[in-house]
């Protein structure tokens, strides 16, 4: 049986529908709510999505596969899976659309944009600010898919880009300009005027932008995290922020969110998006369709896409 549990929509009549042809008529549940997702859970060989997935586990003796709806898996109990013999697979669908987000983020720093839309807000016409450049070398900590979309995005802006990655294969490698290992990371702060996180977090990254990091960049640097808030010391980053040593700041990703009159929302210098990076017109389309596909490949004894080694998750 295929339980579905994804979080952010409801799966379209039609992709039912495909699912059925290839599991079987009534072999695919739809998860309402937590008490129906337990319900499920005993007959359940294959789950899609993750929004109950720790409250099933104990209730799933026949599970073999989870197919996730997020690309990070850092939030789940991936040892767990790994131990009962579980595939897990992530989905790889949203790389284009978080490293274009993490692009604007960049530019609406370097324009100015989030002080354009304060002007516009209070109806005024004021001064134009005083631009900020481009940043001439950035760090960007993660080659996976987001990286490797982002980076030659950030070099065709003229922009030069050192990777960090755990290992950093030749084919990751050759689409940046300088390469340092994950160890080394710090080294390559001082020449960087632009710091990109796009990496998993785990024990060893938990916030490892701290307030000796932050002052080892270019003085003015801009940093961009698209990936996990918990990457980033939040005192830090709000006193390298307010002292000026840090020209600018732009998150996706807060953890926890703060109330409305906490000081982070009027920081100066840092814009905040709601966890939107990875979201498009197509990107339930398109997740519908990678696991009509996946499901095809399991039923035929297939090598799945996107699997996660248990290493990748804590």
């Keep these: ?7 952010n929509w409801s799966p379209s009549p039609e992709h039912l529908r495909r699912l059925e042809a290839l599991a079987g008529p009534g072999r695919v549940v739809v998860a309402g709510d937590e008490a129906g997702a337990v319900r499920a859970a005993g007959g359940a060989e294959v789950v899609v999505g993750h929004r109950y997935l720790r409250q099933v586990l104990a209730h799933a003796p026949r599970l073999a596969w989870v197919q996730t709806s997020a690309a990070g898996v850092d939030q789940l109990p991936v040892a767990e899976l790994a131990r009962r013999g579980v595939v897990l697979t992530r989905n790889p669908l949203n790389a284009e659309a978080i490293a274009l987000h993490a692009l604007s983020l960049l530019l609406a720093l370097v324009r100015r944009l989030p002080e354009s839309l304060e002007a516009q ?9 005083a631009m900020r450049a481009l940043p001439r070398q950035v760090l960007l900590m993660g080659l996976g898919a987001i990286g490797q979309a982002l980076a030659p995005r950030l070099r065709g802006l ?19 300009d300088g390469f340092v290992a994950a160890p080394d990371w710090r080294d390559a702060l001082p020449a ?64 926890p969110v703060p109330p409305p009159e906490a000081p982070l929302w009027r920081t100066p210098g840092l814009l905040i998006t709601p966890k939107v990076a990875a979201y498009h017109p197509d990107m339930q389309r398109d997740f519908e369709a990678f696991t009509e596909r996946q499901l095809s490949r399991y039923l035929q004894g297939m090598p799945l896409e996107a699997v996660v080694a248990p290493r990748e998750g804590p």
């Design 1 to 7: 049986m295929i339980l579905l549990m994804t979080g």
């Design 121 to 129: 807000r209070q109806g005024r016409w004021g001064a134009p600010p």
């Design 192 to 255: 960087s005027e632009g710091l990109i996180l796009a990496m998993p977090l785990d024990g060893q990254s938990a916030g490892m932008v701290d307030a000796d990091a932050l002052a080892r960049l270019a003085p003015g640097a801009l940093l961009i995290n698209v990936a996990r808030a918990g990457l980033v010391h939040p005192p830090a980053l709000l006193e390298a922020l307010e002292s000026g040593r840090l020209g600018g700041a732009a998150l996706d990703v807060l953890d």
């Design 158 to 176: 003229g922009i030069r880009v050192v990777g960090c990655a755990r290992q950093g294969t030749p084919a990751q490698r050759a689409l940046c």
